[in-house]
């Protein structure tokens, strides 16, 4: 209905990076359950058990790839990009306005366009405003998400202090991997400075003698290290790892 008045706001998102799309396949090996290649992303997560740890872990893991959602507010013209990459068409959050700001005006619109009548002047004045508010609180929840969700982790480990857990690293930066242990499902940080024992046969550099640190952090991505729980706060989510 927006669109084709060609006034109001749309939830947007561009489609997933090649890289998170590698991380997420990683990520899900890593699990234990495996994105075999050639089955598409909606049919790969329709064959896994909702009921299970796991698949909450993938779901979670999912969120790597798709970033960068924004809102598009437009009057007089439809956006460039309407689309949201996660469903494939455009998108608008109308569904709940007592909790998500935005829904308010997507709902004041719609109803207008609905009774043939002018869109009312305070929403439309306000509509170019409406995006910037909802980046500033969207990165509030996710900044509260994470938090609870790294106190969830840590209350997972803060009893198995000095036990062995491979993990699949993910990824590497500045000598710091995160990785995905797969029981309990939990993501952290360890790092991987000087030599770690990895899953490669050919694993020429790792001593740090031969090769730059760019280059050794670049071919641990996608490899199993074993790694030591050191300590966990659940107060502070905050979890310590050490490569063996």
Request: glycine content about 10%; overall charge negative.
């Given at each position: 209905?927006?669109?084709?008045?060609?006034?109001?706001?749309?939830?947007?998102?561009?489609?997933?990076?090649?890289?998170?799309?590698?991380?997420?396949?990683?990520?899900?090996?890593?699990?234990?359950?495996?994105?075999?290649?050639?089955?598409?992303?909606?049919?790969?997560?329709?064959?896994?058990?909702?009921?299970?740890?796991?698949?909450?872990?993938?779901?979670?893991?999912?969120?790597?790839?798709?970033?960068?959602?924004?809102?598009?507010?437009?009057?007089?013209?439809?956006?460039?990009?309407?689309?949201?990459?996660?469903?494939?068409?455009?998108?608008?959050?109308?569904?709940?306005?007592?909790?998500?700001?935005?829904?308010?005006?997507?709902?004041?619109?719609?109803?207008?366009?609905?009774?043939?009548?002018?869109?009312?002047?305070?929403?439309?004045?306000?509509?170019?405003?409406?995006?910037?508010?909802?980046?500033?609180?969207?990165?509030?929840?996710?900044?509260?998400?994470?938090?609870?969700?790294?106190?969830v982790e840590a209350a997972l480990l803060r009893d198995r202090a000095g036990e062995?857990?491979?993990?699949?690293?993910?990824?590497?930066?500045?000598?710091?991997?995160?990785?995905?242990?797969?029981?309990?499902?939990?993501?952290?940080?360890?790092?991987?400075?000087?030599?770690?024992?990895?899953?490669?046969?050919?694993?020429?550099?790792?001593?740090?003698?031969?090769?730059t640190d760019d280059a050794r952090e670049g071919r641990l991505a996608g490899t199993?290290?074993?790694?030591?729980?050191?300590?966990?706060?659940?107060?502070?989510?905050?979890?310590?790892?050490?490569?063996?």
């Open positions: 209905m927006m669109l084709d008045a060609r006034i109001g706001i749309l939830r947007t998102m561009p489609p997933p990076a090649p890289e998170a799309l590698d991380g997420f396949r990683a990520r899900v090996a890593a699990l234990g359950t495996p994105w075999p290649s050639g089955l598409g992303y909606g049919d790969y997560l329709r064959t896994l058990d909702p009921a299970t740890a796991r698949t909450a872990a993938v779901l979670r893991a999912a969120a790597s790839l798709f970033r960068g959602a924004d809102y598009a507010a437009f009057d007089g013209a439809a956006p460039e990009a309407p689309e949201q990459a996660a469903i494939a068409a455009p998108y608008a959050h109308v569904t709940a306005p007592l909790r998500r700001l935005v829904d308010r005006w997507g709902l004041v619109v719609c109803e207008a366009l609905c009774r043939d009548a002018e869109v009312p002047g305070w929403a439309r004045e306000s509509l170019a405003e409406v995006p910037a508010l909802m980046r500033s609180s969207s990165a509030r929840a996710g900044q509260l998400g994470a938090a609870a969700l790294d106190r062995i857990f491979d993990a699949v690293v993910l990824e590497v930066r500045g000598g710091q991997a995160r990785v995905q242990i797969a029981d309990p499902p939990v993501t952290a940080l360890c790092p991987v400075t000087g030599g770690v024992d990895t899953d490669h046969d050919d694993a020429g550099g790792m001593d740090g003698t031969d090769d199993v290290i074993r790694t030591r729980m050191v300590h966990a706060d659940v107060a502070t989510g905050a979890i310590e790892l050490a490569p063996v």
